[in-house]
């Protein structure tokens, strides 16, 4: 074959790929013009492989990026495409880039026999090896199922289509984008595939590049004199109006819905917003947990929300409890309504490690519930009285605030601020300032064993 032949044969391969679905999606997700593709000419027996692996950028962001193309044999994993991934990976690896994996494939080429086993084997193995390194975000577009479905399980964010499926089942039951919402498998359900690469390429600019790079500084947006908060605010009008404006991405809201979580900017930088509110069921601890080791492992401040009254499950109480504890990054609180007990030895107090709790003038923060506190140390108060539901009911009241006021606690020394609820998001900015620097020296370990 001579040069012209090979000329004309590469042109023609380039115009292939490229008018493939795969292929599209890259050019969706990235900047214009940014994506260089790597191994493009390597086959999987006698067809190009499975899938389309590059990098470029991301609103100026360098991204690493592999696409399950399922116009090649339905994008099925074979050896080929596992090597192809795998090489993606140790890329992302040494330059601290973070990796997106776009999915949609029938499953793997079982006419591979035993070697599909190990090429599944060694991408898992490196997902979970990136973990804590760079993030790493799912983008399921298609099936995702059996190994395939756990290798895009260990990314740190999943985004669905709202068609598309993702189950370890290789019958491909229980695997809706609905269902696997209400799990907590995904953070984010998109109504098509064209809002789903949008909400990605969002996503990436929020996040670190690796867990050596600084906190994202983007340009702050104009924030709305609009929401202006009370004491009687509730968590959403909470996070609008202390978060710049319509920068706050939520991560996981169909599943443990008494924590929401999620990315924002605060003056400009990305910042880990919590907000706990009502009882804390097992599914919200677990998701706020997760998100919080997510935030400490790429040092992105963390800034808590509190109106929170109980635990409804020791484990993950233990957990979400651990979470707080071990995160050696800047950790802010706010307490805007109750925080009891465990509750706020947890998540607000000494046992969360914060770095500055805040609470607004009406927090009610209290050893115990205040319905059960005031009669155990005031019962003596009720023996001779003539109406004692209206007498217990002001007990109640006056052990609120009196015993349970934040400033009594702050008195004590065990919060560091008063604020009023207008002023939260200037006190939240100048501490976000003050931590910007924190550094924290650790024991030497490992990690903690934590429940999980």
Not at 235 to 254: I, K, P, Q, Y
Not at 338 to 350: K, Q
Not at 421 to 435: F, G, H, S, W
Request: with cysteine; glycine share 8%.
């Amino acid at each position: 074959m001579n040069k012209v032949d090979n000329a004309e044969l590469l042109h023609r391969l380039r115009d292939s790929v490229e008018s493939t679905t795969g292929y599209q999606r890259i050019n969706a997700l990235f900047d214009a013009g940014s994506f260089n593709e790597i191994d493009c000419f390597a086959k999987s027996g006698e067809n190009l492989a499975e899938v389309i692996t590059g990098y470029g950028t991301i609103e100026g962001c360098p991204v690493f990026v592999f696409s399950q193309n399922k116009d090649i044999e339905g994008g099925a994993m074979s050896k080929a495409q596992a090597s192809k991934i795998k090489k993606l990976y140790n890329l992302a690896l040494r330059t601290g880039t973070p990796i997106i994996g776009i999915y949609d494939s029938i499953g793997g080429r079982l006419k591979e026999g035993s070697d599909i086993f190990a090429a599944y084997g060694d991408v898992l193995a490196n997902a979970n090896e990136l973990s804590g390194v760079v993030p790493q975000i799912s983008l399921i577009l298609g099936p995702c199922i059996g190994t395939s479905a756990m290798i895009a399980a260990s990314a740190d964010f999943i985004v669905m289509s709202k068609n598309s499926e993702l189950t370890i089942d290789t019958n491909g039951e229980h695997g809706s984008a609905e269902e696997a919402a209400k799990m907590g498998i995904c953070h984010i359900v998109s109504e098509d595939e064209q809002d789903a690469i949008s909400t990605v390429r969002k996503l990436v600019t929020l996040l670190p590049s690796n867990n050596l790079s600084g906190i994202p500084v983007l340009e702050m947006q104009a924030i709305s004199d609009e929401t202006e908060l009370t004491c009687d605010s509730d968590m959403r009008t909470v996070l609008t109006a202390v978060c710049d404006d319509a920068s706050f991405v939520e991560l996981g809201d169909r599943f443990g819905t008494s924590s929401i979580t999620g990315f924002a900017e605060i003056d400009g930088s990305t910042t880990g917003i919590v907000a706990l509110q009502g009882e804390l069921d097992a599914d919200s601890c677990t998701k706020a947990a997760r998100f919080i080791r997510f935030c400490d492992a790429f040092s992105l401040p963390i800034v808590t929300f509190v109106n929170a009254e109980k635990f409804e499950s020791l484990r993950e109480a233990s957990k979400l409890s651990s979470s707080y504890s071990e995160a050696t990054t800047g950790k802010i609180t706010v307490i805007t309504g109750s925080a009891y007990g465990p509750v706020y030895i947890a998540v607000a107090g000494r046992g969360a490690n914060s770095d500055y709790t805040m609470a607004w003038p009406n927090a009610v923060v209290s050893p115990l519930a205040p319905e059960t506190a005031a009669i155990f140390l005031w019962n003596d108060r009720l023996a001779n009285s003539a109406n004692p539901v209206e007498d217990r009911k002001k007990l109640i009241e006056e052990y609120k605030e009196t015993e349970a006021s934040p400033f009594a606690v702050a008195a004590d020394g065990y919060i560091e601020d008063i604020v009023h609820p207008k002023d939260t998001r200037i006190r939240v900015i100048a501490n976000l300032q003050m931590l910007a620097e924190k550094r924290v020296s650790g024991l030497s370990k490992k990690h903690s064993n934590i429940q999980i």
